[in-house]
C-alpha cells in the first residue's frame, strides 16, 4: 500500500511530452493605475520533467507573442526547468489582465526587437554610497571598480557592485551591495543599496548614511502629503525632507521649516537641460529618512543627516521594543542605552531577561537594503510625472501563474489552491487572520528602520498591545516567513506577497549575520558573532547576539522563494551564505528541534542549487534525526518545529525512496494519536497536522485525516468574533505566528482530503496516556502585603480502613526556584501531613506519609505552589492503593490532553458539559461504555458554552464514562438531565459505591 500511496503524490498536472501546454498568468494592478510597456518580473514553477529547456517557452497575448526574457533559476537533477524567472512588458489596465504561457517540445520564442541599451557604468558613477562616523569622518565607495554583470538581457540586466566604504586615509569601514536593474525603453532604472555592518559597534557609530549623486541642480520638488512642495536651492545651504517618524516630516529650505506629515518617498530636482527623480519604496515606513537637494546634488539619505529627536521621549514598557534610539536624533548608535537596558517598569525581573540582556547586544554583521528608483530625463522635472514614477515602485503590477498551477508544480510540497466551496470557514480562518495581524500591527504603529517588516510573538489581550519584552520580534521564529507565502501561491492575493516581500526583506536584512570577525566568531551566547547564522530573535533589538548558525528557527525556503518570484539574488546569496557556513562547520549528526530546522532548511537549499554539500548535509541529519525516534513513534524533544521529515521524505522518493522515512512518518502520527507527541504538539495548536497529512499520504489510512480535521477546528473555533474590531478574524488558539503552525500546514492536511476524495469527519481519536497536568484552583491571596497567584492541585483519597499511607506526587515547574506546599487533610478536616520544599526549574517528586488516627473516608490532599509555570502531574499514586478524585469546579483545565472517568449516576437521562473557555479554544469529549462519543469544540468567543444534549441509556447509569479534554485552558460543569452528576473526575474506574462515597463528600 505505502508503494501505491506514494505514486499518488505525482502532481495533476497534464502535460504531454513532445506536446506544447499552457498555463494562464494573471498580471494585476494594485496601483489601480493604466501603465503602458510596464516591466514586469516573476517567477514560475515547473514540474520535474515538464520543461526541458527554457528555450521552449513563449508568452502569448491572445495569439499575439509577447517579448519575453527568461532566467532559469532552478532546475530538477533531470535538467529539466524547475523554477523559471520572466521578464516581460506589458500594458496593465487598472483591473489587471491574463496572459498565456505557452511551453513544451516544439515551442519557440521570437527574440526580442530592439534589445535595450543602457549605460550602466554612467549610472554606476553617478550613485555614490558613503557614511559620516561621529568624529565626522566620511568613508565613500568606488563602484567604478570591478562591476559584476548579475544578468545581461534584452528586457532587463542586472549590475552589482560591492565592496568596501574607504576614507581619505584608505582605511576601510562597512561593506555596500549596489545592484541596479535597467529596463528596455525606460529612462529609469531600480536600485536595491544595502549597507553591510562590519564593525564592533562600541567602536563606531553614524551621522549619516546615504547614497549621493552628484549633478547641479537649481530647484527641487519633494512629494507631499497633499501633492508637491518646490523649493529653489541655493549654493551651499542643503534643502531637505526629513522623515522623522511614521506620521511626521518636515521641508527645511532657505532657514525655514514646515510640517507635511507622511511624505510619499518621493523627490525631483533640475537644472538648466535636465532633471533627475528619486523615489524610495516604503519611504515613511523605513523612517528616518531624508531626501536632500544641494547645488552639487542629490543625496538618499538612509540615515539622516539632519535627524531630530522628541527632547520629552521617555522610556516606557510600550515603547522599549520600538527601540526610539535608533531611530531618532542626530547619531545611529547600535549600543543600547542603560536606560532602556536598565528600565524598571511594571514587568518582573524574569520577564525583564531579554531587556536586560540587550545590554550585550552589538550591531557587528547588521545589514540594511533599501529599493529606489532613479530616472533621468531632458527639460524640467515634473511632479505628475514624479508622482506616477513614484507610484509604480510603491505598488508594482504583480503576475503570477495560477494558484492550480503553482501548487500543482510540486515546489510548494502537498498543497492546494484555496477551495472556498469545500473549506470556506477555514479559508476565511487563513485570511481573516492574516488581515487581523495587519491591522494590528497598523494600531501598534510597527514602523521605523529597524522593525517595519518584522512581526511579533504574541499579543497582549489585557494591554491591548503586543508583548512588550517576551520575544518581542520573532524574526525566523516559528517559521513565520512562510506564512505570507504560503497563502500567496494558494490564492494569488497581493496582500500576502505585499507582506512576504517587507517581511522577507527586513529578516535577510536583520536577521542573519553578514559580517564576523575572530574575537566575535569566538564569543558564546549572547555577544557571538557566526558569520550567515541567525540574529537571536528573543533579543529586544534585531541584532542581539548571532549566534544561532544550526539552529531549529533556520530557513531557507522563504529567502529562495523571495528570490525565485522577485527577481532579487539577495535571498538566494542570504541562503547561501547561511549554507556554506553550515557546511563549512561540518558538525557531527545532530537531532532535537536543532538537527530538524537545520535539516529542512539544507533540504530546500539543495533542492535550488543541486549542489550535493547540501544533500549530503541533509541526508546526514535526517537519517540521524529518524535514528532517535522513540519506539513509541514519538521524538525526545521538539522534532517538529521544522517540516524536516515530509520535505525529506519527497526528496528521497526521487532518488530510489526512503523506506525508513515512509515508516517514520507514520509511526510518528500513530504517536500522536495515542498521545505520546511532546509539548510542541499541545502549545502549538495544529502544529502537528503535517505529520498527519503526510501519514495519510504514505498510508491511504484516513484516520490520521480525521485527527488533523479536529485539530484545524480547534484553531477555527478559537478565531475572534467578538466586538472589537481590531481583533476580529484573528486566530486566539496558539496565536503566536499567525496560530504557530497551524495555518502554514493546514495546506497540507486540505490537499490531502481532497486527494482522498471521500468525506472525512473530524474525530480526536483520543488515546490519553498517563502524565498530563491536573486541573487547579487559581487564587490570589495577599503575602507579605502583596497578592499572589497561586495554583493549588486538590485531590480527593478514599480510605475505607483506618490505617497508614503514602502518597507519591510529580511536580515540575520552570522558574528559578519556587516553593511548593503539600498538605493532607483528615476527614474532619485536621491537618494529617504537611511539607514545605523549596527546588530550582525541573522536576521533582514528592513523597508525604500519613499515619493512622482513627479516621475512615475522604482526605483531601492539596498541591500549592505560586505562578503558572508549574503543574502536578497525573497520577497520584497511593500505597497501599487508595481511590483518587479529582474535584473540578471552579478548577481550570491546562493545556495538556487529559482524560479522566466520570461517573454517572442512576436516572441520568442525557449529559450536557458547560465549558468556560479561558483563552483560545477547547475540545471536549464523551464517551459511552458502549464506545458512543461525541465531542465538541468551544471557541475563545464564547463565554461560557452549554453542549448539545448527548443522550443516556438506561443501561449507561451507574457506571462511569470517560471524559477527554485537550485544547486551551477552561472550565468544565457536568450537567445531567435528571439527576445530579458529581463534580468529580477519577484517576481510574471504580465500582458505583466507591464514586457514590466520594459524591457524598461533596
Not at 500511496?5 to 489601480?32: C, D, E, K, Y
Not at 547564522?533 to 529567502?559: C, E, I, Q
Request: aromatic fraction near 10%; glycine fraction near 8%.
Amino acid at each position: 500500500m505505502r508503494a501505491i500511496m506514494a505514486g499518488a503524490i505525482l502532481l495533476a498536472i497534464s502535460v504531454t511530452a513532445g506536446l506544447a501546454a499552457t498555463a494562464p498568468i494573471t498580471v494585476q494592478n494594485p496601483a489601480g493605475v493604466a501603465m503602458l510597456a510596464e516591466p514586469i518580473t516573476t517567477g514560475v514553477p515547473f514540474p520535474e520533467g515538464a520543461l526541458a529547456s527554457a528555450d521552449n517557452v513563449r508568452l502569448l497575448d491572445g495569439a499575439a507573442e509577447v517579448p519575453l526574457q527568461v532566467t532559469v533559476t532552478g532546475s530538477y537533477p533531470d535538467g529539466s526547468v524547475r523554477w523559471l524567472l520572466l521578464d516581460f512588458q506589458a500594458d496593465v489596465p487598472p483591473d489587471g489582465r491574463t496572459l498565456t504561457l505557452e511551453f513544451g517540445e516544439g515551442v519557440t520564442r521570437a527574440p526580442v526587437p530592439e534589445p535595450m541599451s543602457v549605460d550602466l557604468l554612467a549610472v554606476r558613477m553617478r550613485s555614490l554610497p558613503y557614511f559620516v562616523d561621529d568624529a565626522g569622518v566620511e568613508y565613500r565607495a568606488d563602484m567604478a571598480d570591478a562591476p559584476e554583470i548579475e544578468l545581461a538581457g534584452p528586457l532587463r540586466s542586472v549590475v552589482t557592485s560591492r565592496g568596501w566604504y574607504a576614507d581619505d586615509a584608505g582605511e576601510r569601514k562597512c561593506r555596500y551591495i549596489v545592484r541596479i536593474h535597467s529596463y528596455r525603453g525606460k529612462a529609469y532604472v531600480r536600485i536595491f543599496y544595502t549597507w553591510i555592518m562590519t564593525e564592533d559597534s562600541r567602536e563606531l557609530r553614524f551621522t549619516d548614511i546615504g547614497l549621493r549623486i552628484p549633478m547641479p541642480v537649481e530647484r527641487a520638488i519633494f512629494g507631499t502629503a497633499d501633492g508637491a512642495a518646490e523649493r529653489i536651492v541655493a549654493p551651499e545651504q542643503p534643502t531637505y525632507l526629513l522623515q522623522y517618524a511614521n506620521d511626521g516630516s518636515l521641508i527645511q529650505s532657505a532657514g525655514a521649516r514646515e510640517e507635511i506629515g507622511r511624505a510619499p518617498g518621493w523627490f525631483a530636482t533640475d537644472w538648466q537641460g535636465g532633471h533627475c527623480i528619486v523615489a524610495c519604496r516604503d519611504f515613511w515606513q523605513l523612517f528616518p529618512k531624508e531626501l536632500e537637494a544641494t547645488s552639487e546634488g542629490m543625496t538618499f539619505h538612509t540615515w539622516p543627516a539632519h535627524g531630530v529627536a522628541d527632547p520629552d521621549r521617555e522610556v516606557t514598557d510600550a515603547n522599549l521594543q520600538y527601540m526610539w534610539f535608533a531611530h531618532e536624533g542626530d547619531v545611529l548608535d547600535f549600543q543600547v542605552p542603560e536606560e532602556v537596558y536598565g528600565h524598571e517598569g511594571e514587568h518582573s525581573e524574569y520577564e525583564m531577561r531579554y531587556v536586560r540582556s540587550s545590554e550585550n547586544a552589538n550591531g557587528l554583521g547588521i545589514a540594511k537594503t533599501h529599493e529606489l528608483l532613479l530616472s533621468f530625463g531632458d527639460g524640467q522635472a515634473d511632479a505628475e510625472q514624479a508622482a506616477t514614477l513614484n507610484a509604480r515602485l510603491q505598488h508594482p503590477p504583480i503576475a503570477m501563474a495560477s494558484p492550480e498551477w503553482v501548487c500543482a508544480s510540486g515546489v510548494f510540497g502537498m498543497t492546494l489552491p484555496v477551495d472556498e466551496e469545500r473549506f470556506g470557514p477555514y479559508e476565511a480562518m487563513f485570511s481573516g487572520t492574516f488581515d487581523a495581524e495587519r491591522r494590528m500591527q497598523e494600531f501598534t504603529e510597527d514602523y521605523g528602520l529597524w522593525n517595519f517588516g518584522g512581526s511579533h510573538t504574541g499579543w497582549d489581550a489585557a494591554r491591548g498591545r503586543w508583548d512588550d519584552v517576551y520575544r518581542t520580534w520573532r524574526n525566523t521564529h516559528h517559521g513565520c516567513c512562510r506564512v505570507p507565502w504560503v497563502l500567496y501561491v494558494r490564492s494569488g492575493d497581493p496582500k500576502y506577497l505585499r507582506y512576504g516581500v517587507r517581511n522577507a526583506r527586513k529578516i535577510l536584512d536583520e536577521g542573519f549575520v553578514h559580517w564576523t570577525n575572530e574575537e566575535f566568531a569566538a564569543l558564546e551566547y549572547p555577544r557571538g558573532k557566526v558569520l550567515g547564522a541567525l540574529n537571536d530573535y528573543k533579543g529586544l533589538v534585531p541584532w542581539h547576539s548571532g549566534t544561532r548558525l544550526t539552529d531549529y528557527n533556520s530557513m531557507t525556503d522563504f529567502a529562495l522563494w523571495y528570490w525565485h518570484m522577485t527577481g532579487d539574488r539577495w535571498g538566494f546569496e542570504v541562503a547561501k551564505q547561511w549554507g556554506d557556513a553550515v557546511v563549512e562547520q561540518n558538525r557531527s549528526p545532530f537531532g532535537h528541534r536543532e538537527g530538524a530546522g537545520t535539516c529542512a532548511a539544507m533540504i530546500e537549499l539543495y533542492k535550488d542549487t543541486l549542489d550535493e554539500r547540501y544533500f549530503a548535509y541533509a541526508e546526514k541529519l535526517a537519517q540521524h534525526l529518524i535514528s532517535t525516534q522513540n519506539e513509541d513513534g514519538s521524538f525526545p524533544q521538539w522534532e517538529d518545529y521544522a517540516p524536516w521529515l515530509e520535505r525529506w521524505w519527497e526528496l528521497a522518493r526521487t532518488r530510489g525512496g526512503d523506506e525508513a522515512a515512509a515508516d517514520c512518518l507514520v509511526r510518528w502520527a500513530d504517536a500522536y494519536l495515542s498521545g505520546n507527541g511532546d509539548f510542541f504538539s499541545t502549545s502549538h495548536v495544529a502544529g502537528q497536522i503535517n505529520i498527519l497529512a503526510y501519514a495519510w499520504l504514505v498510508s491511504g489510512d484516513p484516520k490520521y485525516l480525521a485527527r488533523g480535521l479536529w485539530q484545524l477546528d480547534r484553531i477555527e473555533a478559537s478565531v475572534y468574533r467578538g466586538d472589537d474590531p481590531l481583533l476580529q478574524g484573528f486566530v486566539m488558539a496558539g496565536q503566536t505566528s499567525l496560530s504557530g503552525y497551524g495555518i502554514q500546514r493546514a495546506p497540507n492536511l486540505l490537499a490531502a482530503i481532497v486527494r482522498h476524495g471521500e468525506p472525512v469527519k473530524a474525530d480526536p481519536l483520543f488515546r490519553v496516556t498517563q502524565g498530563f497536568a491536573l486541573p487547579f484552583l487559581r487564587t490570589r491571596p495577599v503575602i507579605d502585603g502583596v497578592a499572589t497567584k497561586i495554583e493549588t492541585v486538590e485531590a480527593w483519597l478514599l480510605a475505607r480502613e483506618d490505617e497508614p499511607f503514602t502518597v507519591t506526587v510529580s511536580t515540575q515547574h520552570t522558574y528559578p526556584q519556587a516553593e511548593w506546599t503539600l498538605a493532607v487533610l483528615a476527614p474532619d478536616g485536621t491537618e494529617a501531613a504537611r511539607l514545605v520544599e523549596i527546588y530550582p526549574k525541573g522536576e521533582r517528586v514528592f513523597t508525604l506519609s500519613v499515619p493512622a488516627d482513627g479516621q475512615t473516608g475522604v482526605y483531601r490532599l492539596t498541591v500549592a505552589r505560586p505562578g503558572s509555570f508549574g503543574s502536578t502531574r497525573h497520577p497520584i499514586v497511593v500505597e497501599p492503593a487508595l481511590p483518587v478524585a479529582f474535584p473540578i469546579a471552579g478548577r481550570i483545565f491546562p493545556r495538556d490532553e487529559a482524560g479522566y472517568p466520570m461517573w454517572v449516576p442512576a436516572g441520568t437521562t442525557s449529559l450536557q458539559m458547560r465549558v468556560s473557555p479561558i483563552e483560545g479554544a477547547a475540545s471536549v469529549q464523551l464517551t459511552a461504555p458502549d464506545g458512543e462519543r461525541e465531542h465538541w469544540q468551544v471557541g475563545s468567543n464564547d463565554e461560557s458554552k452549554l453542549t448539545e444534549p448527548m443522550a443516556v441509556a438506561a443501561d449507561a447509569t451507574d457506571v462511569t464514562w470517560l471524559l477527554h479534554r485537550a485544547g486551551d485552558a477552561c472550565t468544565l460543569q457536568i450537567i445531567g438531565e435528571d439527576a445530579e452528576v458529581a463534580q468529580l473526575l477519577f484517576q481510574a474506574e471504580y465500582p458505583a459505591d466507591v464514586c457514590e462515597a466520594f459524591a457524598a463528600a461533596q
